[in-house]
């Protein structure tokens, strides 16, 4: 293939086919983009943009200042730093910060001005859409055991408990919408729900609850109940979660040194989560644009003594997750609109509970696995994929939502 823009050879990027792109071209000389097979787009080139506004913020955990430098392609910035877990930060693009990479705004402006000015009009690279598929037809009738369908139909569920799923119903107990870390008088009490995002039309992201992004607060008493108490940190259910990765324990350690200074320790199913190969941003690969991103420990708004880490988040830190250290060592999962790594405030409603810190899981574990069902759940629907495919907890997980009444 020859570049649209400059005649140069493009090269083709080694990725693998997927349902959302077929083929990436990248010219070897003035780096236009194109893809090919792509959802919209049987042929989709880019258009130009600006040297500042064109390329990704490099992102790495093997280089502490990764940000400075724009990600190139192939795990490597545009000055030749390589890194094996090289990629394009998803939390922003790069270019326009004071301490922006010398080499990489050189290689920058080299790249732009190979661009002839005529051909920087955003209509000058020419888009071939694609055929419509067979669902966009009218009259397309979906398989019964097609995910999305409102009244999908499921194969036979496995008998008996499946997974950590624990059998329907779930507790007696009445929801009191609240969770206690540390015991007696010091615990901190937090309003208590599962932000997730919508299954399809099982559970609806429907706005009707509080929401960050496209994550919505269902009640605790609404998903489905786990066996808590087995999740013991050692993710036996997750298969080989494979051996610690130096670059990742490189994150860790300082934390938790720090940590050890106010008597506190990570937890093991934290440390396997953030630091173990297999699990290592296993939560980024369903997480629709939420991605792990450990910074800390802070100490958290609702106690000083207590702190905080977070691990994880969406694109837009619009909801933030965070491992809560109480300081008498109980720890569970929260959630926050706010990042408390780069702001730190007391911030205490009139009636005295904590604004915008929720609690969401019991174990980092137990939130690993309930984020990793519902995550391949909503790629499920999203992809129409029949329920034959599904794993039995995921199975046994959606039919909790077709066995309950729709609300009206
Ligand atoms: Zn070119
Ligand atoms: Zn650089």
Redesign the pocket.
């Known amino acids: 293939m020859r ?1 649209d ?2 005649e ?1 050879p493009m090269a083709r990027w080694d990725l693998p086919p997927s349902r959302w792109c077929r083929e990436i071209w990248i ?1 070897t ?2 780096h ?1 983009v194109t893809q090919v097979g792509t959802v919209d787009y049987e042929v989709l080139r880019f258009p130009y943009a600006c040297w500042d506004l064109r390329w990704e913020a490099a992102w790495s955990d093997m280089l502490p200042d990764a940000g400075r430098h724009a990600y190139a392609l192939r795990n490597a910035t545009l000055c030749g730093l390589e890194k094996p877990d090289m990629e394009g930060s998803q939390f922003g693009m790069w270019g326009g910060r004071a301490d922006d990479c010398p080499d990489c705004t050189a290689a920058a402006q080299t790249i732009d001005a190979r661009w002839p000015e005529d051909r920087r009009t955003y209509e000058f690279r020419v888009c071939v859409p694609a055929a419509p598929r067979p669902e966009e037809e009218p009259g397309y009738v979906p398989p019964a055991d097609e995910l999305g369908r409102p009244d999908v139909l499921l194969p036979d569920l496995p008998p008996g408990p499946v997974g950590r799923l624990l059998p329907e119903p779930a507790s007696a107990h009445p929801e009191t919408g609240f969770r206690t870390i540390g015991d007696g008088p010091h615990a901190v009490c937090l309003p208590a729900f599962w932000a997730g995002g919508g299954l399809g039309p099982y559970r609806p992201f429907d706005e009707e609850e509080q929401h960050f992004a496209w994550f919505q607060a269902y009640p605790l008493d609404s998903v489905p109940a786990l066996d808590e108490e087995s999740f013991t940190g050692d993710f036996a259910w997750f298969g080989d979660i494979g051996g610690p990765l130096d670059h990742r324990t490189a994150v860790t350690d300082p934390i938790a040194a720090k940590l050890a200074d106010d008597g506190l320790t990570l937890p093991a199913d934290f440390v396997a989560l953030i630091t173990r190969a297999h699990l290592h941003r296993c939560l980024d690969r369903v997480g629709d644009c939420s991605w792990t991103d450990v910074a800390g420990p802070v100490p958290s708004p609702a106690h000083p003594d207590d702190r905080m880490v977070l691990f994880f988040r969406d694109q837009q830190s619009c909801i933030v997750w965070y491992l809560y250290l109480h300081r008498d060592g109980q720890y569970a999962v929260v959630c926050s609109s706010r990042d408390y790594t780069t702001e730190w405030e007391l911030r205490y409603r009139q009636d005295g509970e904590i604004a915008e810190l929720y609690w969401c899981a019991p174990s980092v574990e137990s939130f690993v696995y309930r984020f990793l069902i519902e995550g391949t759940l909503i790629q499920a629907i999203r992809n129409r994929q029949p329920t034959t495919e599904l794993t039995p907890e995921a199975l046994t997980y959606l039919a909790h939502y077709l066995t309950i009444a729709p609300h009206d």
């Open positions: 570049c823009v400059c140069s010219c000389w003035c236009a």
